[in-house]
């Protein structure tokens, strides 16, 4: 498949995503570090391509575009708002100790949608547009909420600064799942030497203020079971999304925090039932959006080829009103945003679309 092949898709799908009334934009190839670092942490120096330039200094290839289309907007976008873009992205790929048998790409296209609406159908808009789009290749649509997991986690009985610590995690399952394991029991106390031999790149003082961190944690009161069931329950619900809304009704009754964004999800599915689709034949997993980027914090989706379990997703996409609003602080704007992408180079491989046939 050449790249050629690759672009002639995605200028189809970029055709498609103007015809929803998107305005094409093209963010920059190279990047301020900096901006993707304070979101995402030193996590993201693992999986992007970082440079130096002697004047603008550290640089990242262009890891993803929401990033630079939410600045972008926040800058001079109007309300409500829509826009496309059609380009590479580049990701360095953790295989792990063992190359894998069919590597992923590091430099791959990506065609993409972004809606910025206070509009309360703006997820059964964005969702129903990639399945239209993607309807002539028979994948498998799936769909996932991430509030309804946080609001989860803050309903927990603890202290904040453990919830917060859950919270940071819950992209990372292991990771969650050691600390709520490590919060469901009792620690005995850590002893530190005084006075201290400081080394290291942090300060005394913040040196000093974990230490304290860990010796106010080392006093809590273990999380009772019950709520390590609950949570486990919830993360594993997974089934068609009417099933999977009847078991989430369910868990509401002993998770009351969860109501609303049950009651989200189901407007959600009553939307996109009005809009022609079968939401029988969507999967709902109540874990989907951990698998996804960190920054969705409301509905997710994804749209995955049959047979091909070696493969990402053909599409993803989700919400993410808190990005939006940490990146619109400088200039004193908040907007509720979704949006989402296609794969343009695993549609060839699919046989293309047919876009007279799409919804």
Not at 122 to 129: H, M, N, P, S, Y
Not at 289 to 309: K, L, N, V
Request: hydrophobic share 45%; net charge negative; proline share 7%.
């Amino acid at each position: 498949m050449t790249k050629r092949e690759k672009q002639a898709i995605g200028q189809q799908i970029l055709m498609a995503f103007r015809a929803a009334g998107a305005a094409e934009v093209a963010p920059d190839l190279l990047l301020p570090a900096e901006t993707l670092l304070d979101l995402y942490g030193e996590d993201i120096r693992a999986r992007a391509y970082v440079t130096q330039d002697p004047i603008r200094g550290e640089m990242m290839l262009r890891p993803d575009f929401t990033v630079p289309v939410v600045q972008m907007h926040m800058e001079n976008g109007a309300e409500p708002a829509r826009y496309c873009y059609l380009g590479e992205v580049f990701r360095k790929q953790d295989h792990g100790e063992t190359p894998p048998e069919h590597p992923r790409d590091n430099e791959y296209l990506q065609a993409g949608f972004e809606l910025f609406a206070r509009d309360a159908d703006a997820d059964a808009e964005v969702f129903a547009l990639f399945h239209g789009l993607l309807a002539p290749l028979h994948l498998q649509a799936s769909m996932g909420d991430m509030d309804l997991l946080m609001d989860a986690v803050r309903a927990l009985p603890l202290s904040g600064a453990r919830r917060a610590a859950l919270l940071h995690h819950i992209w990372r399952p292991k990771r969650f799942a050691r600390l709520l394991e490590r919060f469901s029991t009792s620690a005995p106390p850590r002893a530190f030497a005084e006075p201290a031999n400081w080394t290291g790149l942090r300060s005394p003082a913040e040196m000093q203020a974990r230490i304290a961190r860990l010796q106010a944690d080392a006093h809590e009161a273990p999380l009772a079971p019950i709520w390590a069931d609950r949570l486990s329950r919830l993360f594993a619900v997974s089934a068609p999304a009417p099933e999977a809304l009847r078991q989430l009704r369910d868990l509401a009754q002993e998770i009351p925090d969860i109501t609303d964004a049950v009651d989200r999800l189901e407007r959600n599915l009553a939307a996109l039932t009005s809009r022609g689709i079968d939401v029988a034949a969507i999967h709902f997993d109540a874990s989907h959006g951990r698998h996804t980027m960190e920054y969705y914090d409301g509905m997710t989706f994804s749209f995955t080829a049959p047979g091909r379990a070696d493969w990402p997703p053909v599409a993803t996409g989700g919400r993410y009103d808190a990005l939006a609003a940490v990146l619109g602080q400088a200039q004193g704007r908040s907007i509720p945003a979704v949006g989402g992408i296609i794969r343009p180079g695993l549609v060839h491989e699919l046989g293309g679309l047919n876009l007279g046939n799409a919804a």
